[in-house]
């Protein structure tokens, strides 16, 4: 967490000015006199607003947040509505777990308009909250939404100075053959069981189960994923709970330090996140303890219990991606890495078209698909890293191969700051070089046999340089990359 790259120092401003807009919902509805229960509603939904929001230009991402309204509202007045009605409001959160999996096919947008609407109902469970209380949710909520996109689009835009990189699309795919599909159905199928198990270990906090259910199937594409994201929420909620009992018991729910406290947690959640869902979870459980602190029913057995809800929902999606339409860790790691390899294609060949002379080409748009692809890569070969794998051998070549992917990230950044030079001038050799890293890739994703290059670039040629570096590192990811009999890619 402490020492992972933050070009920019990104991520220490986003969650900077998480803090400050989470601060400014709260103390606004505060100021309003809405009720506690609504103040901390409004400061959950300013968070997510400014977490889930993840879309590619300033524009759209105003777009997703003036639509959250939409999918959060309706679900919240449901959930109140149906409080008191045990089987409809099971049957209901069910269906809204289905429909915010499947709205991930529709990208960022999709992604996040399904993370609010699951955790507006999920909020008024955690809250116990009644009809009587929706205009006064509703307005702490839309308060917030207000102030969280202030915060983000005129007090501090910092996607207007630096965009966000585009994620890379979702795997393609028809019918139950859309990743997207298998996981709703998933999700499901885990939420139903954690809802049953988690009801049979309490009646009031049965919700962390089917939440725990929900936050491991985000961001994952393959039955691994959603296995090591389980363990770490686990490992998270552990060392979370341990600080728990040493800091948010003691003090009782005292507001001004709680407060101090919930916005470190609120940083930590934010600087985090990219880096290590462990360290992330481990903040997420302390402000919870917090919260409960604040509303004045925080004790140990509380903390217990929700480790024992967290473990239920871990063990659940466990089964559910073992179990229903699972989407296989190899097949994932395949297709990862392939799209990573073609776009170190595209990027060589916009770096060899600028050099050319081509001012339309733009390798450095490249360059950032290329490093959210390896981020992509990374997330889908964890489970082949993770410490408990109990295959050597597979650990080592995973290892191996995420190694050569970052050499070529490295070549590729290197090439396209050479390209950028104006004083850069076209070499003939480039354009062999160029071709001979085109055959290799198509001889990676082909299965056909790939030779390392002989010829050693000068200190004169430092786009020779990079792009023989790129030769010799797509050169030794063959080994890795195939099985024994060589002919096709295993993702590690």
Known sequence: MFVAPDPGRLRLRNATRAVIGVAAAVAVSELCGLSLTASITGGLAALLALFTVTDATVRDQRITTALLPMAGFPVLALAATLHGITPARDAAFLAVVFCGVYARRWGPRGHALGIFAFMNFFITQFLHAVPAQLPELCTAVGLALFVAGATRFVLWPIERHTPPAAAPPALPGIGLARPTTRQAFQATAASALALLVGQLLSEERWYWAVGTVWWIFVNTASRGETLVRGFRRVLGTVIGIAVGLLVAIPLHGAPAPTAALVAVCVFGIFFTAAVSYSWMMLAVTVMVSLLYGLLGVLDPSLLGLRLAETGVGALCAALAVALV????????????????????????????????????????????????????????????????????????????????????????????AVAADPEASHDARLAAACWRVEAAVEALTGGTDITAPTEQPTASDPALAHLHGLERALAELAQPLRTPAGSRLVGA
């Open 325 to 416: 339409l699972p989407v296989t860790t190899h097949a994932t790691n395949d297709a990862w890495i392939q799209r990573a390899l073609h776009c170190v294609h595209a990027a060589t060949a916009e770096a060899a078209a600028r050099l050319a002379g081509d001012e339309s080409a733009d390798p450095a748009s490249r360059v950032a698909e290329l490093e959210q692809l390896l981020g992509r890569v990374r997330l889908s070969v964890a489970p082949l890293v993770h410490p408990l794998n109990p295959m050597p051998a597979r650990k080592r070549r995973a290892r191996r191969v995420l190694a050569l992917l970052d050499d070529c990230a490295r070549e590729i950044r290197g090439l396209a």
